[in-house]
């Protein structure tokens, strides 16, 4: 009789947990569903002179990751930029995630420009600020990289792509974006960005295209 009462008493207690439990978690949506990491490529000569590509590391092998300083073969005024969106597997990182990048002067070693951000994919991504060197004019190289932090919204992250763009005049006379394509279809590489006439740009901006459902 005691037992049974005890197990009445059991049976009460977890079918109240069981009722009580849908409310002790907020409703979540889940961040980015891929693993990934970005390359960027400097080329001279109008885009026909390609420099080596940098990557970052995968978006799970740690928090921020960003490449080395990205340059054209003689570290010199490249006149093009393009961009990878490499995707290892479809997997839950469950992240939120935006861009950073930066240029610099003297091949890397000095003239540093500031950070510039894209919005957070939850706050639905965009275009960053254009990147200059320290003195706006003719940089030599390129920096990206990939900032995380926990997913927080309600809606999920479905699908990104990476936009790219360069200007010359220091961000005031804008080539075409150009667009990897979406991280769905197997991510890849961008067009070659350049500025009007192909040669010597001055700063780059990228993008954060998102879908979120
Ligand atoms: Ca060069
Ligand atoms: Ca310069
Ligand atoms: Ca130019
Ligand atoms: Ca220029």
New binding site residues.
């Given amino acids: 009789m005691k037992m049974k009462t005890l197990v009445t008493t059991l049976a009460i207690v977890v079918s109240s947990y069981a009722v009580a439990e849908p409310e002790m978690y907020a409703p979540s949506g889940t961040g980015v569903n891929y693993d990934f990491r970005i390359g960027l490529q400097a080329f001279d000569d109008r885009g026909r002179d390609a420099g080596r590509v940098e990557y970052t590391q995968y978006l799970s092998s740690g928090s921020s990751t960003e490449t080395n300083w990205v340059v054209d073969r003689d570290a010199y005024d490249p006149d093009a930029l393009k961009l990878h969106l490499s995707i290892l597997r479809n997997t839950p990182v469950n992240k939120d995630f935006r861009l950073a990048i930066r240029a610099a002067?003297n091949g890397g070693r000095g003239?540093y420009g500031y950070w510039q951000y894209t919005p957070w994919a939850s706050e639905g991504g965009g275009w960053s600020g254009f990147a200059l060197?320290?003195?706006?004019?003719?940089?030599?190289a390129f920096k990206i990289r990939i900032e995380t932090r926990n997913w927080q919204e309600y809606v999920s992250l479905r699908d990104f792509r990476i936009g790219l763009k360069v200007a010359d005049d220091r961000g005031r006379e804008q080539g075409s974006a150009t667009f990897t394509p979406w991280a769905s279809h197997g991510g890849g590489w961008t067009s070659l960005a350049t500025d009007n006439d192909s040669y010597d740009f001055d700063g780059f901006a990228v993008s954060l295209e998102v879908r979120k459902y």
């Fill in positions: 002067d003239g060197d320290s003195d706006g004019y003719d940089p030599d």
